[in-house]
């Protein structure tokens, strides 16, 4: 009842999608830890990782909020904070609900020092090969490796890195980053882990013990160019709407804030109720297209925050009450975020108001809330 905007999402397609990266990971004897930061990509965190936690190696937050909630869900595996811990004073819930951590700045070795864990800790030591952003430089790697290796409570260090331009296959700075991590990695024990979804896919040397896709568990191609991948994964979301209004307007009308878009012809224009409020990207082009009742028909007019138009001129059959799917099955993310000039990660990620609902295996209904 109301408003017709809704999220549905395919658990089904979510475990398929895990069970290809699986598959991937294999080839590199790697187990695969799943990324539900940002509560899922906007597909919900603990639903997801429940729905994987019988089959899944791990999983990957951005931070311990988004760790604890999952332990309060009931989900057991390792989980890994990818940004590490701000301060020191996370790291006594770190130890509490036996978290992984990455380290990548000499403050939180520091904090490590000053304050032991009780419990034995994986630790996810970070280098920067080429992605200028957090993690230690490579001539500095081994010297941070061993301050960690002597901490009589580390019990693991696993090698990591991540690409910058792994969704780009033909870069050579992805090769260039691989060469720099093996180099100064070269002798040190420990399970490496480097590839995200594009990486994983497409730079088989880069497979390591651990694997971390996040776009590609949604059924998401991780690529700007087509790609294969696309045939094999399926999309987990699916966001559609109705068309609530339909009107006639005459060739010269403008439609939209700003009439920035005017009708050559005498045209049909329908109102579909979903807007930049709700997720949808608000700078979509004219002619980014949306599905209804199968038809692809172009976007017209600037997207308001509740509602956006399309053209329906050459599709007379649709009616008021049809449904209009913004992106899923028929209509990858990825060309709604290249219409919008952004990415699928940004779309996915931003979707709000909107009502969610879960189609696929049955939610477990064991998942009870733990103190924290």
Not at 173 to 184: A, D, E, M, R
Not at 249 to 275: D, E, F, L, N, T
Not at 343 to 355: A, F, G, H, K, T
Request: glycine share 8%.
């Amino acid at each position: 009842m109301g408003r017709p905007a809704t999220a549905r999402i395919n658990i089904d397609a979510l475990r398929h999608n895990y069970r290809i990266a699986q598959q991937l990971s294999a080839k590199g004897a790697g187990q695969v830890m799943a990324v539900v930061k940002a509560d899922a990509y906007g597909h919900g965190a603990t639903v997801c990782a429940t729905a994987l936690a019988d089959i899944a190696s791990g999983f990957a937050v951005a931070c311990i909020e988004e760790a604890l909630e999952l332990r309060a869900a009931g989900i057991k595996q390792p989980i890994l904070l990818l940004e590490g811990f701000f301060e020191p004073s996370e790291l006594a819930m770190i130890d509490q609900y036996r978290l992984d951590t990455v380290i990548h700045h000499q403050y939180q070795i520091d904090a490590l020092v000053a304050h032991p864990c009780k419990h034995p800790i994986r630790l996810w030591l970070k280098m920067d090969s080429g992605m200028g952003r957090v993690g230690f430089a490579p001539d500095e790697y081994r010297k941070v490796w061993k301050q960690l290796n002597d901490l009589s409570f580390v019990k693991d260090i696993v090698l990591m890195s991540h690409f910058a331009c792994a969704d780009e296959p033909d870069s050579e700075h992805s090769q260039q980053q691989l060469t720099t991590f093996n180099t100064y990695t070269h002798g040190l024990p420990g399970e490496r882990s480097f590839c995200n979804s594009a990486g994983l896919v497409a730079l088989k040397a880069a497979r390591g013990e651990w694997n971390r896709p996040g776009l590609l568990l949604y059924g998401v191609s991780p690529f700007l160019q087509a790609h294969g991948i696309r045939q094999k994964i399926q999309p987990v979301m699916e966001l559609s709407s109705a068309i609530i209004s339909i009107k006639a307007i005459p060739a010269g009308s403008s439609v939209g804030y700003g009439s920035q878009w005017i009708a050559h012809r005498p045209a049909r224009i329908g109102v579909v109720a979903i807007g930049y409020a709700d997720g949808y990207p608000r700078h979509a082009a004219n002619g980014t297209p949306v599905l209804v009742n199968g038809y692809r028909v172009p976007l017209v007019g600037r997207v308001s925050m509740d509602m956006l138009t399309v053209d329906l001129t050459d599709v007379p059959e649709v009616q008021i009450g049809d449904r209009a799917i913004l992106w899923g099955d028929d209509l990858p993310v990825n060309e709604v975020a290249q219409g919008a000039g952004t990415i699928p990660y940004q779309l996915l990620s931003n979707l709000n108001r909107v009502p969610v609902e879960y189609h696929g295996i049955l939610i477990p209904d064991h998942l009870h809330e733990v103190e924290i």
